[in-house]
């Protein structure tokens, strides 16, 4: 008999990911997620977290939050299917729904779960699916989930989008199969915004079924400083076919949605097998997400103006690091987009974790990205931007980028 050595490669594989640099080391943080945060002990500015309303510690959303436990306890008990279908779950849903001027929305447990469940019963085996080259893990996740054919466009690239789609339909000339198109809306690494208004043209020219993954886009974009994502931004209300948002990012909390038609919803509360197989969101999840909601609805009396705040600290800081040396063309890109996240390229692996730990010396909280996780060469500080942010908070991350730009040789 073969002597097995069942949990071995446990700790091989582990050291081989910290002899090649590749661990991702858990910082902890010891207060609540704001501006100004203690890491490891640390008094830092954060400058690294999704919070891009800086809503997770708001007074309002812990009020909902901590209201919905006591009234409807810590847990719903089961799935929304069976047992767990709360009331709280479906006025999240309704005002959802109502905040992106949709017909219906649905709650998933995360946006990544989302993806993964929704995504593959809208696709039978040999329909297409058609996506960029950049999205997101999780929707990568999804498509494997499939058994329909994939196909890959270039990042943003119309022409790219245009080749596959008459490929398609050489393939294809009744034009019996579907085609499902996915994008994210704002792409998490280098901050850019997908052309939502030529891909949707494009698509539907073809039949294609428009999917937007708009985690980053939400909170932020929009016309108005409403900050209802990037639907809204082109004017696509009832275009875009399928879209999909997270709570866990710039609306402070956590969870998926899922918003497009009433058939739509009906169809996925009955397919998506990651929102039919797994329990429903605690109701203090609920309580904030709402509250989230109340502060970004201008009729509320919760009504707080942090999408203008976060898109004058977008636009104040992303102007000024372009400024200050850091050129790369894809941080003055970035520069251009109304996005919350400022890709800072420095260049090699090193240089970027040079900068990062510097910068933690400095009083800063700011990771890098580093190659594979983006190509060779344009390793970075992901900034990402936050309405609790002052002008002298920015203006001192703004001093010691340019003083550490200049001792690291990045400029
Ligand atoms: C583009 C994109 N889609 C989906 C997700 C997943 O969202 P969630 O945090 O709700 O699981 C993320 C999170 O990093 C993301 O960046």
């Not at 081989?16 to 203690?38: C, D």
């Amino acid at each position: 008999m073969v002597k097995r050595n069942p949990t071995k490669f446990l700790k091989d594989e582990y050291q081989k990911i910290q002899a090649e640099g590749r661990e991702w080391v858990h910082r902890s943080l010891e207060t609540p997620s704001e501006t100004q945060v203690v890491v490891d002990g640390q008094e830092l500015l954060m400058l690294c977290s999704n919070n891009y309303l800086n809503l997770s510690n708001h007074p309002h959303l812990k009020k909902k939050a901590i209201e919905a436990a006591e009234k409807l306890g810590a847990g719903s008990g089961s799935v929304r299917a069976i047992a767990g279908n709360m009331a709280i779950h479906e006025e999240w849903e309704r005002k959802h729904a109502e905040f992106k001027e949709q017909e219906a929305a649905m709650v998933w447990m995360s946006g990544f779960i989302a993806n993964e469940g929704a995504i593959p019963p809208l696709v039978r085996k040999d329909d297409y699916i058609l996506s960029d080259m950049l999205n997101h893990g999780s929707i990568i996740d999804g498509i494997r989930l499939t058994k329909t054919q994939r196909k890959l466009y270039e990042h943003c690239d119309m022409g790219s989008l245009e080749e596959q789609l008459k490929l398609i339909d050489s393939e294809d000339p009744n034009g019996e199969k579907r085609i499902l198109l996915i994008t994210d809306g704002v792409f998490s690494m280098d901050g850019d915004m997908a052309p939502l208004d030529e891909i949707e043209k494009l698509g539907s020219e073809y039949g294609a079924m428009m999917y937007v993954d708009d985690a980053h886009g939400d909170g932020v974009l929009g016309r108005d400083k409403k900050g209802k994502g990037i639907v809204d931004h082109f004017g696509l209300q009832g275009k875009v076919q399928v879209e999909m948002n997270t709570y866990s990012k710039a609306m402070g909390v956590v969870g998926g949605t899922i918003t497009g038609s009433r058939d739509l919803v009906n169809f996925l509360r009955n397919t998506g097998r990651s929102y039919l197989l797994s329990g429903s969101p605690p109701p203090a999840i609920a309580g904030g997400a709402i509250g989230a909601l109340e502060v970004l609805d201008p009729k509320s009396q919760y009504f707080e103006p942090v999408v203008e705040k976060l898109l004058g600290n977008c636009s104040y800081f992303k102007s000024k690091i372009v400024d200050i040396g850091f050129g790369h063309e894809i941080t003055a890109a970035s520069a251009k987009c109304p996005t919350a996240i400022v890709p800072i390229i420095c260049g090699e692996n090193d240089v970027a974790k040079n900068l990062s730990d510097r910068l933690m010396e400095e009083g800063i909280f700011a990771l890098p990205i580093v190659f594979p996780m983006v190509p060779r060469g344009t390793a970075r500080i992901r900034v990402m931007m936050n309405a609790g942010l002052s002008k002298d908070d920015l203006d001192f991350a703004l001093m010691k980028f340019e003083d550490l730009g200049r001792e690291l040789k990045i400029f």
